[in-house]
Structure formats: structure tokens, C-alpha cells
């Protein structure tokens, strides 16, 4: 047979063979290269709106858990990545945590910090970790820190440190944190801590006041056509010495305007959470204020109100926000309680009282 008559054909792909090729997928991320998906997962970090946000990703491909992992990205994880509820806390999260904190995340430095020492009782590593965000002038980590000197957080009465306390909310208030100023204030005008300067402590005050009245002017505009936080109507037996011609000015009162209160910082809503209301020991207390979460280290840690001595405060900003809020309709003047048998012989020092009269 002659070579002439074999002819070479193209070959036909079936039908079916033509629809795979077709639909074959490309993955263009592993074409991308490391420093662009580092770019890009930092961004959505940053930009992150709660946890699920990033953790979507992590559990996507090997490759973006790998990458997602890198301190590059944990370093720029928004405050929202570590809104952690307290009845997911798990080892994995401590350890996300961790890796976030050794990253150089100073809102997981105070958030693990927060949670370290309240919550599992580690004390040393916890205060070191609100230190290390303290450091790089995060200002919920300075008034943190603040509140632990001031109460001697963590260790015996003999452990509080007035003058410390004062310093850290100092720097603090001089970051705009607005708790820091109205704590500052109160130690202006006691004279706790510092000596004692009531005019300077009034205009720290006012100037709390004021910020947290632009905060909730500023994310909700339509509070302008409300006349209602220009009110203070305190009750009548615990109404306060305001400056000549101006008793009606909330900016001027120690308790602030009748706005809505802030949400509460993600650590402090895990605090909340992981106690639920009950008692961390025996004998311990909680902050009355429940935006707080706090707890007591060690029995009559907290000072208590000194007109009815039924709630107690971390601090003067948690007083203030409760009374506000919740604590002005119930307090009433009852007879001098007796302190309960504390070894330390805390309960309500004179000087410390949380005086709302």
C-alpha cells in the first residue's frame, strides 16, 4: 500500500472532553506572590469588623493561613478582630491572641492583658502585657493600669500606689481617654494622690464632659434636635455645688450630660461575659457599673457609695457612668452600715469613700 493513501486526520474531542476544557479552573492566587496576598491580607485586617472577618479567611486555602498568620498582618488587626466572646474562649484563641500580642498588636496586648490578669488570675503576665501596649501610649492601657495602682490590683492594701495611679491617668487624659479625665478630676479635687487644686480638677472635668458629649454628637448627629441631655435634674439630696449661674449646666456637673452610654471595650464586655453577674471568689465583688466587668483581687477592694453602701466602683469614671444610667433612681440615704469583718480592714476608708453626695 502506498504511503500516498494514508492521510493523517485531526483528531475531534468529544463533545464532553471540549466542556471540561472549558470549564477547567485556574487559581489565580497561586500565581499571585507573597508580598502583594501579605498587602492585601493586611488590609482586611486593618479593616476588619469582627472576628469572623479574618477567621473566614484563615480557614479558606493552607496558603492564606500560612500568610494570614504572618506578623505583618496580626501587627495590623483592627480592635474588632479581638471582640472574643467569653463563651468561645478556647486555647486556640489564647493562642491567636498570643501570636497577635508577640506581633507588636498593642490592642491584643490589652485585651489578653485584660483577660489575663482579671480572668485567669495571672497577674504578672497580665499587668506586663497592659504595660508593653502602655508603652506605646495606648491610653486604655495607661488608665488600666491606672486603676490597679490605684486600688492595688493584684497584691495587699500596702500595694496601692496614689502617686503612680495619678501619672498613668495623667497620660492618659493628655490622650483624650475621657474616663482618665474625669478620674484625674476627682483627684484634683480630693486631693487623692496629687495636691489638692479644685479649680484644675472642675476644668478636667468639664472637659470630659464635653468629649464624651462630641463622641455621641459625632456618631449620632440626630441627638442635635434633642434638648434632653442639656437637663441635669439630679435628685434633690444628692445635688451638687455647681458655680454661680450655671447649676443647670450638665458640662459643669461630675456626672456629665444624659447622653447614651459608650459601648463598652471588647475587653471589658469579655469581662462581663466571663463572670455573668456572679461573684469571682469568695467574698469578692464585681464593679457595680456593668460596662465594667472588673473584679475584685482580694475582699473590700472597691470603694463602696458612701450615701446608701449598697454598690461599689472600681473607679470614680464607673461611678460616674452608673449613676447616670442606672444608680441615681435607686441610691438613698440609710443609716451607717456595718462593715463586714475584713481581715485588711478596707471597707470604706475615709478618703476614699465614692461620695455621689
Same mark, same amino acid.
Given at each position: 500500500?502506498?504511503?500516498?493513501?494514508?492521510?493523517?486526520?485531526?483528531?475531534?474531542?468529544?463533545?464532553?472532553?471540549?466542556?471540561?476544557?472549558?470549564?477547567?479552573?485556574?487559581?489565580?492566587?497561586?500565581?499571585?506572590?507573597?508580598?502583594?496576598?501579605?498587602?492585601?491580607?493586611?488590609?482586611?485586617?486593618?479593616?476588619?469588623?469582627?472576628?469572623?472577618?479574618?477567621?473566614?479567611?484563615?480557614?479558606?486555602?493552607?496558603?492564606?493561613?500560612?500568610?494570614?498568620?504572618?506578623?505583618?498582618?496580626?501587627?495590623?488587626?483592627?480592635?474588632?478582630?479581638?471582640?472574643?466572646?467569653?463563651?468561645?474562649?478556647?486555647?486556640?484563641?489564647?493562642?491567636?491572641?498570643? &501570636?497577635?500580642?508577640?506581633?507588636?498588636?498593642?490592642?491584643?496586648?490589652?485585651?489578653?492583658?485584660?483577660?489575663?490578669?482579671?480572668?485567669?488570675?495571672?497577674?504578672?503576665?497580665?499587668?506586663?502585657?497592659?504595660?508593653?501596649?502602655?508603652?506605646?501610649?495606648?491610653?486604655?492601657?495607661?488608665?488600666?493600669?491606672?486603676?490597679?495602682?490605684?486600688?492595688?490590683?493584684?497584691?495587699?492594701?500596702?500595694?496601692?500606689?496614689?502617686?503612680?495611679?495619678?501619672?498613668?491617668?495623667?497620660?492618659?487624659?493628655?490622650?483624650?481617654?475621657?474616663?482618665?479625665?474625669?478620674?484625674?478630676?476627682?483627684?484634683?479635687?480630693?486631693?487623692?494622690?496629687?495636691? &489638692?487644686?479644685?479649680?484644675?480638677?472642675?476644668?478636667?472635668?468639664? &472637659?470630659?464632659?464635653?468629649?464624651?458629649?462630641?463622641?455621641?454628637?459625632?456618631?449620632?448627629?440626630?441627638?442635635?434636635?434633642?434638648?434632653?441631655?442639656?437637663?441635669?435634674?439630679?435628685?434633690?439630696?444628692?445635688?451638687?455645688?455647681?458655680?454661680?449661674?450655671?447649676?443647670?449646666?450638665?458640662?459643669?456637673?461630675?456626672?456629665?450630660?444624659?447622653?447614651?452610654?459608650?459601648?463598652?471595650?471588647?475587653?471589658?464586655?469579655?469581662?462581663?461575659?466571663?463572670?455573668?453577674?456572679?461573684?469571682?471568689?469568695?467574698?469578692?465583688?464585681?464593679?457595680?457599673?456593668?460596662?465594667?466587668?472588673?473584679?475584685?483581687?482580694?475582699?473590700?477592694?472597691?470603694?463602696?457609695?458612701?450615701?446608701?453602701?449598697?454598690?461599689?466602683?472600681?473607679?470614680?469614671?464607673? &461611678?460616674?457612668?452608673?449613676?447616670?444610667?442606672?444608680?441615681?433612681?435607686?441610691?438613698?440615704?440609710?443609716?451607717?452600715?456595718?462593715?463586714?469583718?475584713?481581715?485588711?480592714? /478596707?471597707?470604706?476608708?475615709?478618703? /476614699?469613700?465614692?461620695?455621689?453626695?
Amino acid at each position: 500500500m502506498s504511503p500516498e493513501k494514508f492521510v493523517t486526520k485531526r483528531r475531534r474531542d468529544f463533545p464532553g472532553e471540549t466542556c471540561r476544557k472549558r470549564h477547567k479552573k485556574i487559581d489565580f492566587l497561586d500565581n499571585l506572590p507573597d508580598d502583594l496576598v501579605l498587602t492585601i491580607l493586611s488590609k482586611l485586617s486593618s479593616s476588619a469588623a469582627c472576628p469572623a472577618d479574618l477567621g473566614r479567611v484563615l480557614v479558606t486555602c493552607k496558603r492564606l493561613n500560612d500568610l494570614g498568620l504572618r506578623s505583618m498582618v496580626l501587627a495590623k488587626a483592627s480592635p474588632k478582630v479581638f471582640a472574643v466572646k467569653a463563651s468561645r474562649w478556647s486555647e486556640s484563641t489564647h493562642r491567636f491572641l498570643k &501570636q497577635c500580642a508577640e506581633a507588636g498588636n498593642v490592642e491584643a496586648c490589652y485585651t489578653l492583658g485584660m483577660i489575663r490578669f482579671y480572668c485567669l488570675n495571672n497577674r504578672g503576665t497580665g499587668a506586663s502585657l497592659l504595660a508593653k501596649a502602655a508603652i506605646k501610649l495606648h491610653a486604655p492601657a495607661l488608665y488600666a493600669l491606672a486603676v490597679i495602682q490605684f486600688n492595688g490590683s493584684g497584691g495587699s492594701k500596702t500595694d496601692k500606689d496614689l502617686r503612680a495611679g495619678v501619672a498613668l491617668c495623667a497620660r492618659a487624659a493628655f490622650l483624650g481617654h475621657v474616663d482618665a479625665l474625669r478620674e484625674l478630676g476627682h483627684c484634683l479635687q480630693d486631693g487623692y494622690g496629687v495636691r &489638692q487644686n479644685i479649680t484644675e480638677g472642675r476644668r478636667f472635668l468639664v &472637659q470630659a464632659n464635653a468629649r464624651e458629649l462630641a463622641a455621641v454628637l459625632n456618631t449620632a448627629p440626630q441627638a442635635l434636635t434633642s434638648s434632653s441631655w442639656l437637663v441635669w435634674n439630679p435628685l434633690p439630696s444628692h445635688r451638687h455645688v455647681h458655680l454661680a449661674g450655671c447649676s443647670n449646666c450638665p458640662l459643669l456637673s461630675d456626672f456629665g450630660c444624659n447622653v447614651p452610654e459608650p459601648a463598652p471595650q471588647p475587653a471589658n464586655q469579655f469581662l462581663t461575659d466571663w463572670f455573668g453577674g456572679k461573684s469571682p471568689g469568695p467574698g469578692l465583688r464585681l464593679c457595680s457599673h456593668v460596662g465594667c466587668g472588673r473584679p475584685e483581687s482580694r475582699r473590700h477592694e472597691f470603694r463602696r457609695c458612701s450615701v446608701c453602701g449598697k454598690v461599689n466602683y472600681c473607679s470614680r469614671a464607673c &461611678q460616674a457612668l452608673d449613676w447616670r444610667t442606672r444608680h441615681k433612681s435607686e441610691c438613698t440615704p440609710t443609716e451607717r452600715w456595718e462593715d463586714d469583718h475584713n481581715i485588711e480592714g /478596707e471597707g470604706d476608708l475615709e478618703g /476614699e469613700a465614692m461620695d455621689e453626695s
